[in-house]
């Protein structure tokens, strides 16, 4: 069972998985099933993930920060990875919002063959650098 945080429950009350569960059964076509395999694949990758439901509806994975959304649209599947521009992405997955200086996106469209070992280690390497401590800044005295 998908672990999801208890501060994202929806005013009925139900879990963040269970919003996420939902949004897949109504999608009900290929939308739905690219991001229930997009899911098993995150949990895969980083399987303490926590699952969020945020900004009116979208889904969200984190794991000590945001690791990406899951928004879906008419054409295609949007994952946005919230530090992406300080990834590695040797396969090449990220093909949208690359112009920004930190977040990076995958648009997955119908047919589309998904990259299963490539997007667990761009999963993983996200939840990795939400990990990493940055050193504390000193201030300069005068």
Known sequence: MPRSSDTQAAPSGASASELIDARIADLGDWRGHTLARVRALIHEAVPEVIEEWKWRGTPVWSHAGIICTGETYKTYVKLTFAKGASLDDPRGLFNSSLEGNTRRAI???????IDGPALKALIAAAATLNSVKKPARTRKSD
């Open 107 to 113: 648009d997955i469209h119908e047919g589309a063959k």
